[in-house]
């Protein structure tokens, strides 16, 4: 274990295993109880955008993806805002033209570089220190702002006609919530990748609810349960060489069967 932990890309890899499950614990709960898997969905494949646009413009990808998806999940959020026959609609066009906007500026850029595979499949193996920073930076971003809001979110969450007639700024916070949940996604495309970031975002949530209709535990155990998915997910590939992003969401789904069968086991007794 020792000699393991020697290794300075492990070390990253734990610690950027670490830095997402926090932020995968607390917005994943707050995608689920909402009802906004859909959304997260097509912020995260419209996140594929920005990082064609980081390499068009030769730019850091995760600053970069990171300012094009808040754009992206703004535009979602006030399209999508009051309108739930036409929320589907928009965020298919928008998951589309983003998608293809990255790869027509991946046609355009010269060469080719490899490193566009980890940001589709994950490599949380090769994540460099400088993410590590910016992970932490954007984690300390999500906890301050779900703090400082946490009563309205709760009331939002639960019961958006009461959190309105009460007070709280509900077109605010929704919009505010999109935001987090690009932030959340452009963290996690280090760990899982693109294709397979909304798993790690939901199914770590998924289970918590299975076992909590509290909220803050709700977070509390998905942060859990989303950190043993990414340091056994992280095992398997490391002793098998195989993909790290898929390996993760593996664990995490064999993680969920169990949790569910064992929770019907335990109503049924």
């Known amino acids: 274990m020792m000699d393991v932990l020697g290794m300075e890309f492990m070390r990253n890899a734990l610690l950027a295993g670490l830095l997402a499950s926090l932020a995968c614990g607390v917005i994943g709960s707050l995608v689920v109880v909402n009802r906004q898997v859909f959304m997260a969905g097509g912020v995260a494949h419209t996140a594929y955008g920005g990082v064609g646009l980081a390499f068009y413009l030769g730019l850091p990808v995760l600053p970069c993806a990171v300012g094009f998806t808040v754009v992206a999940a703004l535009i979602m959020a006030m399209a ?134 509290s909220l803050l535990k709700m977070m509390a155990l998905a942060t859990l349960a989303s950190l043993v998915f990414c340091l056994a997910g992280l095992a398997l590939s490391y002793h098998f060489d195989i993909t790290s992003g898929a390996s993760i969401i593996a664990m995490a789904t064999a993680g969920y069967v169990v949790a569910w069968g064992l929770r019907r086991l335990w109503r049924r007794a």
């Open 80 to 213: 999508s805002f009051g309108r739930a026959e036409r929320s589907d609609s928009v965020v298919g066009i928008l998951w589309a033209a983003g998608m293809a906007m990255g790869i027509i500026l991946m046609d355009l850029t010269p060469g080719y570089n490899v490193d566009l595979m980890s940001y589709l499949f994950g490599s949380i193996l090769a994540v460099p220190k400088s993410d590590i920073l910016f992970m932490l930076v954007l984690d300390a971003f999500i906890l301050s702002v779900v703090l400082f809001w946490y009563k309205d979110f709760l009331s939002l969450s639960f019961d958006m006609e009461f959190a309105r007639s009460t007070g709280v700024p509900v077109r605010l916070l929704y919009a505010l919530m999109q935001v987090l949940t690009a932030v959340t996604v452009i963290m996690v495309i280090q760990v899982a990748g693109l294709i397979l970031v909304i798993a790690l975002l939901t199914i770590p949530p998924m289970l918590a609810e299975l076992f909590t209709k």
